[in-house]
């Protein structure tokens, strides 16, 4: 019996991105569905249910991915509200890629220093990576400061973080580089989660800043967030700090995928969210 993953993709034609991931990650035929949406998700997740026995919907599985986060949270519950055992199925959530890639750049931050009782600031952080980032981070024992150049844009986000992983980031406005000094004092780590070709921080601040010596940008689109570095950087050591880029991430990130594409048809029933996704960092990493 084929393993089956139902893609589910808000989007009107669903992500080859996210296809090519998981036939790269398991043997397996891929339905994929766009243009879904919480109102019309239940008769594809049926589908999956009643079409085999409680014992073989083990090979059964179902990715939600697309470009809005928003959108398939929403696809997200109703699918969880919509499976019960024993006809459920293990189901995996990385719109736009966000949980993967939050791992992959916190997993590699924290691989290089303890996080627990140290300051991290995400710039631009209020976006689906930077929240998960931050919530990890705050998992890991760190005191988090999201940036946005706008204060309610930052709060609301601040919020939204605190609602899901039971913790709360502080808030900072950064307009530009006069902004950062103080943000950044006492920091050990910087995340850069920035929109693409969008400069976040110069290379004078973060090579000459004195606690810092963490510094990850996940911008691969010159100019890149975190000015004087390279995308391909994997922890490259530079002026006392290690540096990570966007590419240097990717790596990890793209194992982290294809790993938890395998785990949804190990075990019945998982639902691979950020913590999940974020669990199975240390074994891609390997």
């Known amino acids: 019996m084929r393993k089956i993953l139902l893609g589910l993709d808000s989007d009107p034609q669903p992500s080859v991105f996210d296809a090519v991931t998981a ?3 398991v043997d397996c035929v891929m339905l994929r569905h766009g243009g879904v949406t919480a109102e019309n998700v239940t008769g594809l997740v049926h589908g999956c249910m009643f079409t085999r026995s409680p014992k073989d919907l083990s090979g059964t599985a179902i990715f939600i991915g ?7 949270g929403k696809i997200l519950k109703k699918v969880t509200e919509t499976l019960w055992p024993p006809l459920n199925v293990s189901v995996m959530f990385d719109p736009n890629g966000c949980n993967t890639t939050s791992a992959a750049a916190v997993y590699n931050m924290a691989s290089c220093r303890n996080m627990d009782g140290k300051k991290v600031v995400i710039l631009s952080g209020t976006g689906p990576v930077g929240q998960r980032s931050a ?37 900072a406005v950064m307009r530009g580089d006069q902004d950062i000094p103080p943000i950044l004092d ?6 850069c989660c920035g929109a693409a070709g969008v400069r976040l921080i ?20 010159p100019p890149l967030g975190a000015e004087g ?5 994997r922890a490259r050591e530079v002026d006392g700090k290690i540096v990570f880029g966007a590419i240097g991430i990717g790596g990890l990130k793209m194992k982290i995928h294809h790993l938890a594409i395998a785990k949804l048809f190990e075990e019945k029933g998982i639902l691979l969210d950020t913590e999940g996704i974020y669990a199975l960092a240390q074994e891609a990493a390997k």
């Open 186 to 191: 006492g920091t050990v780590a910087v995340l």
């Open 229 to 233: 570095t390279e995308a391909v950087w």
């Open 66 to 72: 697309g470009s809005s986060v928003e959108d398939a």
């Open 23 to 25: 036939l790269d990650s």
């Open 135 to 171: 919530g990890l981070f705050l998992n890991l024992g760190a005191s988090v400061t999201i940036t946005s150049r706008n204060m309610d844009k930052a709060r609301a986000a601040a919020l939204a973080i605190g609602e899901r992983f039971g913790k709360t980031p502080e808030c």
């Open 202 to 221: 110069s290379e004078k601040l973060w090579r000459e800043h004195p606690t810092l010596e963490v510094v990850a940008d996940l911008n691969a689109v």
